[in-house]
């Protein structure tokens, strides 16, 4: 069982860059896939990027390049760095974690609004 925190949501302008953070609690000794989650009202809430426990990654295609996603086992944190933002990247972003054996993501946040402004 893992708690998740997110923070650094903020609005800003177009162009600009935000790192969000995830602060992660709980039991933690175990392998697990890290990953960023976003949503827009009526819309599904899809995957933007993900980590494993020995770092590798994935990006959704929409961010690939801009984004990057890291963590710090030893802070216990995930992080989210946002980088020539755009209007379209506007949501409200998730941490979420899972157990490698595990085939979708059990544990979210409550998550943290990004408003990209135009």
């Known amino acids: 069982q893992l708690r998740l925190m997110e923070s650094g949501g903020a609005s800003v302008e177009a162009g600009g860059s935000l790192k969000l953070s995830c602060a992660v609690s709980?039991?933690?000794?175990?392998?697990?896939?890290m990953a960023w989650y976003r949503q827009v009202p009526g819309q599904k809430r899809e995957e933007v990027a993900e980590?494993?426990?020995?770092?590798?990654?994935s990006y959704d295609d929409s961010v690939r390049g801009r984004f990057t996603i890291s963590q710090d086992n030893a802070k216990k944190s995930l992080y989210l760095q946002m980088s020539s933002l755009k209007p379209e990247d506007t949501a409200t972003y998730y941490c979420?974690?899972?157990?490698?054996?595990?085939?979708?993501?059990?544990?979210w946040g409550r998550g943290t609004q990004v408003t990209v402004s135009s």
């Open positions: 709980g039991d933690t000794n175990d392998r697990y896939y």
């Open positions: 979420a974690a899972r157990r490698a054996v595990h085939s979708a993501y059990p544990w």
């Open positions: 980590i494993d426990w020995d770092g590798r990654t």
